[in-house]
């Protein structure tokens, strides 16, 4: 069984953050651990408060699972302050031979609302893009670091080329509803591969970005190549949307354990 860290903020609902994480990392068939950079008051309704971790809490987590175990992919999900940032990435760049890294920059929310900026978006690119073997933007967060629009198909092939020139190894870019289909692009340095789905309706889609970036880095950690943990990691995501139930009175969960009932 291959290990997989997520390092991630807490939705005590379940449906995203490091919770959903470890959910998907189990219904992956991979050994899941979780290194806590944030906790909040969340559910399907909305986000109510936060409360962050003390960076030295973060990096000490983190150094003492990776001097212990062997780790064989990492997700790094919400980490909302310039030091948390910095002590991750401290931590990391510490590692001998660092495993695969999938960072889900995140910034804004589905609706487009940006909530993280600043001196913290700045340090997100600078200090973990370098170090990561996959990163998964939405549109809104690509426009953000780039600072401009994303419209078309050749937008988004720019934007995944200069996503690209900030250190990452490939691009995974959540583009959403586009001439009425949903449409991923992911981008390796080489070629373009788009990934195009039916629109689901539906308001069970919470968690579904944090879910994808932890799929895509247990696939890693099974040894696919990143453009096949691309593709499986959509599949999943798609399924884990359609299969979903309501929990909530707001915008619902993925269903993360659809394979299994």
Avoid at 139 to 154: D, H, N, V
Avoid at 190 to 196: D, K
């Amino acid at each position: 069984m291959k290990n997989v860290l997520s390092i991630a903020g807490v939705d005590p609902s379940g449906g995203a953050g490091l919770i959903a994480d470890l959910k998907v990392f189990i219904a992956h068939g991979v050994y899941a651990m979780g290194v806590v950079t944030a906790t909040t008051a969340q559910n399907t309704k909305g986000l109510f408060g936060m409360e962050l971790i003390e960076p030295k809490m973060i990096s000490d987590g983190i150094d003492a699972i990776f001097d212990d175990i062997k780790v064989d992919a990492v997700k790094i999900g919400v980490v909302p302050s310039v030091e948390i940032i910095k002590a991750t990435a401290a931590s990391l760049k510490k590692v001998p031979n660092l495993p695969p890294v999938v960072l889900d920059p995140v910034m804004s929310c589905k609706n487009g609302d940006i909530w993280l900026e600043g001196e913290s978006k700045k340090a997100i690119v600078e200090e973990l893009f370098p170090l990561a073997t996959v990163i998964t933007p939405n549109k809104f967060e690509a426009q953000e670091i780039l600072g401009k629009k994303l419209e078309s198909k050749t937008d988004f092939e720019n934007a995944c080329k200069e996503l690209l020139k900030f250190g990452c190894k490939n691009v995974y870019l959540k583009a959403g509803k586009v001439d009425g289909k949903s449409l991923d692009v992911f981008y390796n340095g080489a070629e373009f591969t788009y990934i195009e789905n039916e629109r689901i309706d539906t308001d069970s889609t919470h968690g579904s970005g944090c879910s994808l970036s932890s799929a895509i880095a247990s696939n890693l950690a099974n040894q696919m190549s990143a453009k096949d943990a691309a593709l499986a990691a959509n599949e999943y995501i798609f399924n884990a949307i359609k299969s979903a139930h309501k929990i909530g009175h707001g915008c619902n969960p993925v269903n993360h354990f659809y394979k299994f009932y």
